[in-house]
């Protein structure tokens, strides 16, 4: 199981959290979201995956309780603002060239460029993140979108960074949700959890 990554926002000391980061943080409202003394328990999370038997659940049973499988109850777990209609989807259907590069403008440092595939996926090298993007990609790769490797990073997750750094409303339940149903359709496939 991956470990969960969080920030001490306690801490009044900007080397723990950088005024940059929490301005971001207390902007989107993400404090609990980000916390690191917010963490998951670790049996419990098993319990939830093992309990998942199908991809299009909408509640899944842990500790003999229903869990409502949604993306208001997962930003409710969170506290976090609940938003319909978010401003980071449409990002992944408007996507133009000029966009694509103030997308760069904002996340990488100067002179970087995308990866483009022929089948059509663009992915950027991790390594021109500018240092606050790499710290919100780290933050995320832990908290709600995990990856198996690091050094290329997708659009989908471009955007993201995108999304998080020009204070974009993200309704964050909405990809947790979508991480889970994913993890599913893998599950029936490969058994995660086999104790």
């Known amino acids: 199981m991956m470990p969960e990554k969080g920030f001490n ?31 998951s328990d670790d049996e419990l999370v098993l319990e939830f995956y093992a309990s998942l038997t199908t991809q299009d659940a909408i509640e899944v049973i842990v500790q003999k309780k229903k869990v409502p499988l949604t993306s208001k109850s997962i930003n409710d777990l969170f506290n976090l603002p609940y938003v319909e209609e978010d401003e980071y989807y449409p ?84 990809i947790i949700l979508n991480e889970i149903h994913d993890c599913a359709k893998k599950k029936a496939v490969n058994a995660y959890f086999s104790s």
């Open 9 to 39: 926002l306690k801490s009044n000391d900007v080397m723990v959290v950088p005024v940059l980061i929490r301005k971001i943080i207390n902007t989107i409202k993400w404090e609990r979201f980000c916390d690191a003394r917010s963490l």
């Open 91 to 174: 990002m992944m259907s408007n996507i133009n060239w000029d966009f694509l590069q103030q997308v760069l403008d904002v996340v990488t440092n100067s002179g970087s460029q995308w990866i483009i595939r022929k089948y059509g996926s663009h992915s950027y090298r991790r390594q021109y993140l500018k240092p606050v993007a790499k710290v919100w990609f780290y933050l995320f790769c832990y908290k709600f979108m995990p990856i198996s490797h690091s050094s290329t990073i997708l659009m989908e997750r471009m955007l993201l960074l995108y999304a998080i750094l020009t204070e974009k409303s993200i309704n964050v339940g909405k």
